[in-house]
């Protein structure tokens, strides 16, 4: 079957750096995106890599390793707005996007 | 009307009444999908539609339908519902389907609670 793991919660200090991480098993591979999504609020898009390496956008990078079956989100200089849910989701090769369960980050001041 | 609308935000139905959730959006975009979230449960695809006039099964299509018939529109609906069809559900659309370059944009959600 196709899995998708991340932690369910996280928690991390302001100013500070934290990775999470997410694993999958899926058949086929074409791209992992990155959602974030505060409570009470849709989704929205932060990132996408379909190559192995990291992508960079501000504050917030992801990296993959399709080899693996691996990729983080880093999110840096973290502050009280980062605090949500961080899904992650594969798109197989039926090109349907397969969802992890979330993992929720607390900043703590 | 900006992106993609959702309606009602939130219902509480009495089992074994027929309700359908609206989904509109404005983008032209093609694809549109139909999702429900539940606690500890990643979103699970309910069904999809590749484009107008066309409609595809998702992860979890039993006791749900839709219809496509235009670019705008795509309406969900619960025949006859059940306590365990309580859940947040979301639209979200795409330019095209299979576009694995593209994000998703996801309606604010309707949050339906059936007893």
């Known amino acids: 079957g196709q899995n998708i793991d991340q932690p369910t919660e996280m928690t991390a200090t302001e100013g500070a750096i934290v990775q999470i991480n997410c694993t999958y098993q899926t058949s086929g591979f074409n791209g992992l995106f990155w959602y974030q999504q505060h409570a009470g609020e849709a989704p929205t898009f932060l990132s996408y890599?379909?190559l192995d390496g990291l992508e960079e956008k501000g504050r917030f990078s992801s990296f993959l390793s399709r080899s693996k079956g691996y990729s983080y989100l880093l999110l840096k200089e973290l502050q009280m707005k980062d605090s949500a849910s961080y899904l992650c989701?594969?798109?197989?090769?039926?090109?349907?996007?397969?969802w992890g369960a979330g993992t929720k980050l607390i900043i703590k001041p | 009307i900006a992106g993609i609308t959702q309606a009602p935000t939130s219902q509480i139905l009495a089992a074994g009444r027929r309700m359908t959730l609206r989904c509109t959006q404005d983008?032209?975009?093609?694809?549109m999908y139909w999702y429900r979230q539940d606690l500890g449960l990643g979103l699970r695809l309910i069904h999809y539609s590749n484009t107008a006039g066309t409609t595809g099964k998702g992860e979890v299509p039993d006791g749900y339908s839709v219809s496509r018939a235009n670019t705008d529109d795509f309406p969900l609906t619960l025949a006859s519902a059940v306590p365990s069809q309580t859940s947040v559900y979301f639209c979200?659309?795409?330019?095209?389907?299979?576009?694995?370059?593209?994000?998703?944009?996801f309606g604010e959600g309707s949050r339906l609670t059936v007893l």
């Open positions: 979200a659309s795409t330019k095209t389907s299979g576009d694995n370059t593209g994000e998703l944009f």
């Open positions: 989701a594969v798109m197989d090769s039926n090109y349907q996007l397969i």
């Open positions: 983008m032209r975009h093609n694809a």
């Open positions: 890599n379909v």
